[in-house]
């Protein structure tokens, strides 16, 4: 499985970034999963959506990420609204088995970065 993540960008605190992940070769029913690492911090969990469309999601995001997948295209989007400086982190996708929620996952994209200003 490969994994491609695209959307980072610079923003202004309040905005809005939408991330996608695109994966191709064997991705029958993949839980998608997105992480992100701050300099100087771990890598921690953001969200995650199994193949029936069930979101999970870290509760410094709940409410202000939504998290959706398109099956046909093998695509995952992570929606961020109301950004905040501390979202500011290199943001990986993965992919994991049905089971997976926060570990887990198996393969993981290439990341891209989130930069909030305030």
């Known amino acids: 499985v490969q994994l491609q993540a695209s959307g980072g960008g610079l923003v202004q605190a309040g905005g809005s970034l939408r991330l996608s992940c695109t994966a191709s070769?064997?991705?029958?029913?993949?839980?998608m999963g997105w992480f992100r690492q701050a300099p100087g911090k771990e890598r921690e969990f953001v969200a995650a959506i199994r193949w029936s469309g069930s979101a999970l999601y870290a509760d410094s995001v709940k409410g202000r990420f939504t998290l959706s997948r398109d099956n046909a295209k093998n695509t995952v989007y992570l929606q961020m609204n109301s950004l905040k400086p501390e979202d500011t982190a290199v943001y990986y996708c993965a992919a994991g088995p049905t089971s997976a929620t926060t570990t887990q996952y198996d393969y993981w994209g290439q990341g891209t970065q989130v930069t909030v200003s305030s």
């Open positions: 070769g064997r991705t029958f029913r993949y839980t």
